[in-house]
C-alpha cells in the first residue's frame, strides 16, 4: 500500500479527509481507513484542497454527514460520491 490520498477514521463515515496537495479531478485515491486500517479507492471527481473533506457515497440534502464517527452536520445540498464536500454544501445542526 503506498501513502493515502485519504484518511477516514471509521467505517460509517460519509466524508474523509484529503491528506495530499495539489488533488485533482480525475485522481484514483487510495483511502485508508484509520480505526482498523483498512483501504478502498475512490475517485475525486473535482478539485479538493489538501485539508477539505470528500464525499466518500452519494449524500442527499438533509441527510447527515459523518466524519471521524461523529455527526458534524447536514447536506444542505446533493453531494455526489468523490465531490468536494465543505461549507458550501454542509452546515452544522447547532445554527
Same mark, same amino acid.
Request: hydrophobic content about 40%; charged content about 25%.
Given at each position: 500500500?503506498?501513502?493515502?490520498?485519504?484518511?477516514?477514521?471509521?467505517?460509517?463515515?460519509?466524508?474523509?479527509?484529503?491528506?495530499?496537495?495539489?488533488?485533482?479531478?480525475?485522481?484514483?485515491?487510495?483511502?485508508?481507513?484509520?480505526?482498523?486500517?483498512?483501504?478502498?479507492?475512490?475517485? &475525486?471527481?473535482? #478539485? /479538493?484542497?489538501? !485539508?477539505?473533506?470528500?464525499?466518500?457515497?452519494? %449524500? =442527499?440534502?438533509?441527510?447527515?454527514?459523518?466524519?471521524?464517527?461523529?455527526?458534524?452536520?447536514? &447536506?444542505?445540498? #446533493? /453531494?455526489?460520491? !468523490?465531490?468536494?464536500?465543505?461549507?458550501?454544501? %454542509? =452546515?452544522?445542526?447547532?445554527?
Amino acid at each position: 500500500m503506498g501513502a493515502p490520498h485519504l484518511l477516514v477514521h471509521e467505517k460509517k463515515d460519509t466524508v474523509g479527509v484529503v491528506v495530499v496537495e495539489g488533488l485533482k479531478a480525475g485522481t484514483d485515491m487510495l483511502a485508508v481507513i484509520t480505526h482498523d486500517n483498512s483501504d478502498f479507492r475512490i475517485t &475525486a471527481s473535482q #478539485d /479538493i484542497p489538501i !485539508g477539505h473533506k470528500v464525499a466518500l457515497k452519494d %449524500i =442527499k440534502k438533509g441527510d447527515t454527514v459523518w466524519k471521524y464517527g461523529q455527526d458534524i452536520g447536514i &447536506a444542505k445540498a #446533493d /453531494i455526489k460520491k !468523490g465531490q468536494h464536500a465543505h461549507v458550501h454544501n %454542509i =452546515k452544522t445542526k447547532r445554527w
